[in-house]
């Protein structure tokens, strides 16, 4: 398996888990829609753990400088984090309207990063690292 089939995988995974989401504060039923939106957020922290703690890591230390695309990787895994704690807070307040607009947000933001993710940063670390071993060090990341 490469690192991109196993991360694109993860993606599709947390896409479910938003689409899931946004259908749950679209009801109105907020209190489900905390417990949904902590879920995804755990699985979306999760995902960035397991690139930031061990494959962007493990490609900064062999990649010798250069174009490095991890810190644009990270610059939007910041972002995302930021939209996420947006979103917790319309959800809080039970502001239906700003939790859906946060989430369209999101949704664009997460369909540009994953593309250059899977088009770009993840054939990288396919083509640099030792993929089987970087695939086992991020399933162990929770």
């Known amino acids: 398996m490469t690192i991109n089939t196993f991360m694109t995988g993860e993606h599709r995974r947390c896409d479910e888990n938003f689409a899931n989401l946004e259908s749950v504060i679209d009801s109105g039923d907020f209190e489900n829609a905390k417990k949904v939106f902590e879920e995804f957020k755990n699985d979306m922290l999760t995902h960035f753990k397991q690139e930031e703690s061990v494959m ?19 610059a939007e895994h910041d972002q995302i984090r930021i939209t996420l704690d947006q979103i917790k807070t319309a959800l809080e307040n039970s502001d239906k309207n700003r939790a859906l607009g946060l989430c369209e947000n999101l949704l664009f933001i997460m369909q540009q990063h994953n593309m250059k993710e899977e088009q770009i940063m993840y054939n990288l ?9 970087i695939i086992e060090k991020m399933k162990l990341v929770s």
């Open 125 to 133: 670390a396919d083509n640099t690292l030792d993929s089987d071993d």
């Open 56 to 74: 962007f890591a493990e490609f900064n230390s062999c990649s010798g400088g250069g174009c490095n695309p991890t810190s644009v990787m990270l």
